[in-house]
C-alpha cells in the first residue's frame, strides 16, 4: 500500500461526532498521516482537494471510530471443540490461527483489541509481526498468559502460580515479555474442566498483591470471576476491570448470590465490568439459527443450570449501582468469533435495552477508556489515530446494521474499501 498518499479525505453521508452520540450529516474526515486532521462539513472542502489528497467518497455509509474490543483471545478456534483445540496444538498452529484471526477482527472494522490470555509465544510475536506492517491485525493491547494456579482456568496458556510470591514473579515475568495488562483467574472458569467455576482460585489478598505489582510496573490489571465469592475478591483487591462478574454461589446446588454492597464499592471504586453477553447471545443464535450444539455445561455448575436470564437480570442491577461495562466478546470462545465484536452492542440493545448510540459509545469510546487508550482511538476526533471503520446503514436506527465494516482505516492506512479487502 506505499501508493497510499499521506492525506486522505474519507467523505460519508454520516459521520459519528466527537462524542460518538450522534451524526454529523454529509460530512468529511481528513487524514494526515497516520492521525486525524480535522472533520469538516463536505462543502467545505476546497475545490481542488482531489489534487492534493486521496478523496474517498464512501457514499451512503454510517462512519464509526474503529471498535475497541476488551476481551480476546487471538489463537482460540471460536468452535465449540476451542478448548480441545487450545489444549492440544503446537504453537505454530496456534500461531496460524491467530494470524488469521487477527486479519479477520482488524477487517470487520475491530481495530484496537485487549487480548486477555493467549500463549506468550504466540501473542508478543504475532503483535511484533502486526506492529512491523509484516501482517494486518488490530491495535493490540496484551496479557500474554493469564495467570492461573495449577490445573486452574486456562492452565495450559502456560503461566501456573500458586502462592502470592510466585503470582508475582508471574506478573514480573508478563511485564518483561512486554504486557500492557495482566490478566488473572480469579475463580475457575467453564472453559477448563479442572478448575471450579463456583470458587476462589486466589485470596483477596493474593490479588492485592498482584494489583499492588502490576501498579508498580504501570500496567492494567483485570481478573475472570464467575462466582460470588470471587467478585468480592477482586473488589477487595482493587483489580482494575472485572471480566465475566457473574454471581455463581459456591454451593453446587446454589443458584446465584448477588451482593449489593461488594456492587456499591465496585462502582464507587470505578472499576469497570467486561459482562461478556455478546457472546452468550451469539451462543443462543448460532444454537437456533444454525442448530450447532451449545458448548458443555461445566460439572460444577450442571447441578442447577441458570439461564441467561437470571444473569441479565443482575447486571442490570449493576447498571442501576452506576457500574460501567466494557465492550468485550471473548473473542475465540465457542461460537465468538473474531470478526463479530459488534454482537456486544446487539447484546447491550437488545438484552439490557440500551440506545443504540449508548451501544455504539461503549463499542467505541467508552471501553477505548476503559482499556487506557481513550487518548488516541475510539473518537473521530483531530489529533486521533485514524481509525475508521464504516458501515451499511443506520446503525443508530437499527443496531444490527453494525456488523462487517464495508471500508476500514487503520492509523491512516486503507485496509479495506467498499467491501474489498486491500491487505
Ligand atoms: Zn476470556
Redesign the pocket.
Given at each position: 500500500m506505499s501508493s497510499q498518499s499521506d492525506r486522505k479525505v474519507f467523505i460519508a453521508t454520516r459521520v459519528a461526532n466527537e462524542n460518538v452520540d450522534g451524526w454529523l450529516k454529509d460530512h468529511a474526515v481528513v487524514v494526515d498521516g497516520e492521525k486525524i486532521d480535522s472533520i469538516v462539513p463536505k462543502g467545505q472542502l476546497p475545490s481542488d482537494v482531489a489534487d492534493t489528497s486521496d478523496v474517498f467518497d464512501l457514499g451512503d455509509v454510517s462512519l464509526l471510530p474503529g471498535l475497541v474490543d476488551a476481551?480476546c483471545?487471538m489463537h482460540c478456534s471460536a468452535t465449540v471443540d476451542a478448548q480441545a483445540l487450545a489444549l492440544t496444538e503446537d504453537v505454530q498452529r496456534l500461531t496460524m490461527r491467530a494470524v488469521t484471526a487477527m486479519r479477520k477482527a482488524v477487517l470487520a472494522g475491530t481495530t484496537t483489541i485487549r487480548d486477555?490470555?493467549a500463549m506468550n509465544e504466540v501473542s508478543f510475536p504475532v503483535r511484533a509481526a502486526v506492529e512491523s506492517g509484516a501482517i494486518p491485525g488490530p491495535r493490540m493491547l496484551l496479557a500474554g498468559t493469564p495467570i492461573t494456579i495449577t490445573a486452574g482456568h486456562c492452565w495450559f496458556f502456560g503461566t501456573q502460580a500458586d502462592t502470592t510470591a510466585e503470582v508475582i514473579s508471574a506478573v514480573r515475568n508478563q511485564v518483561r515479555l512486554g504486557a500492557n495488562v495482566i490478566k488473572m483467574m480469579a475463580t475457575g472458569g467453564m472453559f477448563t474442566p479442572t478448575a471450579n467455576p463456583r470458587k476462589p482460585q486466589y485470596s483477596a489478598e493474593t490479588l492485592k498483591a498482584a494489583v499492588q505489582e502490576a501498579e508498580r510496573s504501570g500496567v492494567q490489571i483485570v481478573a475472570?470471576t464467575l462466582a460470588a465469592d470471587g467478585v468480592q475478591n477482586c473488589v477487595e483487591a482493587g483489580i482494575h476491570n472485572l471480566?465475566h462478574a457473574r454471581w455463581y454461589d459456591q454451593d453446587p446446588d446454589g443458584e446465584l448470590d448477588y451482593r449489593p454492597d461488594v456492587v456499591k464499592q465496585m462502582a464507587d471504586q470505578g472499576q469497570w465490568v467486561d459482562p461478556?453477553i455478546g457472546h452468550h447471545l451469539l451462543g443462543v443464535q448460532t444454537r437456533d439459527d444454525e442448530g450447532l450444539p451449545a458448548a458443555p455445561v461445566h460439572w460444577a455448575v450442571s447441578n442447577k443450570v441458570i439461564g441467561d436470564e437470571a444473569h441479565v437480570e443482575l447486571m442490570m442491577k449493576m447498571l442501576d449501582a452506576g457500574v460501567r461495562f466494557t465492550s468485550g466478546l471473548?473473542m475465540g470462545?465457542p461460537h465468538a468469533t473474531h470478526d463479530m465484536s459488534a454482537a456486544n452492542a446487539w447484546s447491550y440493545v437488545e438484552w439490557l435495552g440500551w440506545s443504540p448510540w449508548k451501544a455504539i459509545h461503549t463499542a467505541t469510546a467508552a471501553t477505548a477508556e476503559a482499556v487506557r487508550v481513550g487518548d488516541i482511538v475510539g473518537q473521530i476526533k483531530p489529533g486521533m489515530f485514524a481509525d475508521l471503520a464504516a458501515f451499511t446503514g443506520d446503525p443508530a436506527q437499527n443496531i444490527r446494521d453494525l456488523r462487517i465494516a464495508s471500508t476500514v482505516v487503520q492509523s491512516g492506512r486503507v485496509l479495506k474499501l467498499n467491501d474489498r479487502d486491500l491487505v
Open positions: 476481551h483471545h486477555l490470555g475472570h471480566i461478556t471473548d470462545m
